[in-house]
């Protein structure tokens, strides 16, 4: 079983709509969280990292941290097209040299 | 700010033959990482080097050897191609000072004939 889970696989949202991303781990020794985002053709870039319980709000975007239920999550509103990408959650242990990666959310912003 | 330099951009190989993907960073950064990305699909750690003299295999890390020559660069070699295999190879760097956020390259995009 992948220690981080991330749903839907896939998800389309009308240009000014929200897109909401989640993320589920299964190791209660993660304490770090990062959302990553990976255009086509491109390496993945860090979008926002989220270490402590609550909301992180940056610009468009607001990520959502619950330790206790192990679950992080990734809103957007007023989405462009220019966020069409694939979306990475990713989880680190403290003092851990390896990030954890779910497998992915392929967003699709429609014009 | 600093950039992770991958070369080449596309690789193309005949099965058996070895081959062999660089890394280079700026960033002045201890930890290196070797991934593989499927079809766009999550990434699979290689291998990863804590330090310039450390080597770690990940989970896939059978059909590849790696090789940190010095701080800045770490070298990625596949030992035999496999006929059919297409993947892109993603190197990245980071640091304690950030949590051990990780930066990437653009990658490789590795085709076998």
């Known amino acids: 079983q992948q220690k981080v889970q991330q749903s839907p696989e896939s998800l389309s949202v009308p240009e000014g709509g929200m897109a909401s991303l989640n993320c589920t781990s299964s190791?209660?020794?993660?304490?770090y969280f990062w959302w990553y985002r990976q255009h086509s053709g491109e390496g993945p870039k860090a979008l926002m990292s989220i270490f402590s319980d609550g909301d992180k709000k940056e610009g468009r975007f607001t990520a959502h941290l619950n330790k206790a239920s192990l679950h992080v999550s990734l809103h957007i509103r007023d989405s462009q097209p220019s966020d069409s990408a694939l979306y990475f959650c990713a989880a680190a242990s403290s003092g851990s040299w390896q990030l954890i990666f779910g497998s992915g959310t392929q967003l699709t912003v429609m014009p | 700010g600093g950039i992770i330099t991958q070369t080449p951009k596309f690789l193309i190989g005949q099965e058996g033959q070895k081959l062999t993907l660089k890394c280079q960073q700026n960033?002045?950064?201890?930890?290196m990482y070797w991934y593989r990305q499927d079809s766009g699909k999550g990434l699979r750690l290689i291998y990863y080097?804590?330090?310039?003299?450390?080597?770690q295999k990940g989970d896939l890390s059978e059909g590849y050897d790696a090789s940190r020559e010095k701080k800045s660069s770490f070298s990625l070699t596949v030992t035999s191609a496999q006929k059919n295999e297409m993947a892109v190879f993603l190197c990245?760097?980071?640091?304690?000072?950030?949590?051990?956020?990780?930066?990437f390259g653009p990658g490789t995009r590795l085709t076998v004939l």
């Open positions: 080097s804590i330090t310039e003299n450390d080597l």
């Open positions: 960033f002045n950064h201890d930890t």
């Open positions: 190791d209660r020794n993660f304490q």
């Open positions: 990245a760097s980071s640091t304690p000072d950030r949590g051990y956020e990780q930066y």
